[in-house]
């Protein structure tokens, strides 16, 4: 059993891009909660699942939950709250638990809510760093974001 539910970064969408730690993190899991969205003919979509599909994590151990997407936050909120009670359960059976996020866990995610509902009830939780899409995108495009004194300033959309 782990002492802490692991928050684990996908990094920004390619297979390669994962850490080590986190790729680790995944193997050992006993259970892998996903974020997944309903498509508007009711299938659930999770690049998330894509993501640890391609890197051969075995599907009996995934478990997608629901992320409403919308400017109204009410449902989404309702939701995270559900995931934390789920973890609880899990947790209280010592089992091995991660909860994956796109990108970096510490950035602008969804995971940032449920860690909060975990850390009122008592339960430890710990972030694997990611990759951020942004980062990655400079990557690709060969270009520095920053350099030396100068600043970055980041505006939510």
């Known amino acids: 059993m782990s002492d802490f539910v692991t928050f684990v970064s996908l990094g920004p969408g390619d297979v390669e891009l994962i850490s080590l730690k986190a790729l680790k993190a995944l193997q050992q899991a006993d259970i892998i909660l996903c974020p997944s ?40 909120i309702l939701c995270y709250k559900e995931v934390a009670e789920l973890i609880e359960k899990h947790y209280e059976k010592r089992l091995k ?7 970096d866990a510490g950035f602008y995610s969804s995971t940032h809510y449920i860690s909060d509902n975990l850390i009122s009830k008592n339960i430890p939780t710990e972030r694997i760093a990611g990759i951020p899409a942004f980062i990655a995108c400079a990557a690709l495009a060969n270009i520095h974001i920053a350099k030396q004194e100068e600043e970055l300033h980041i505006i939510p959309g």
Not at 44 to 59: Q, W
Not at 97 to 103: F, R
Request: cysteine-free.
């Open 37 to 76: 969205t309903v498509s508007p003919v009711g299938n659930m979509l999770s690049r998330s699942r894509d993501i640890l599909l391609e890197l051969n994590i075995n599907d009996s151990v995934i478990s997608l939950f629901d992320v409403p997407m919308s400017k109204d936050r009410s449902h989404a």
């Open 97 to 103: 638990i991660v909860v994956v996020a796109e990108g």
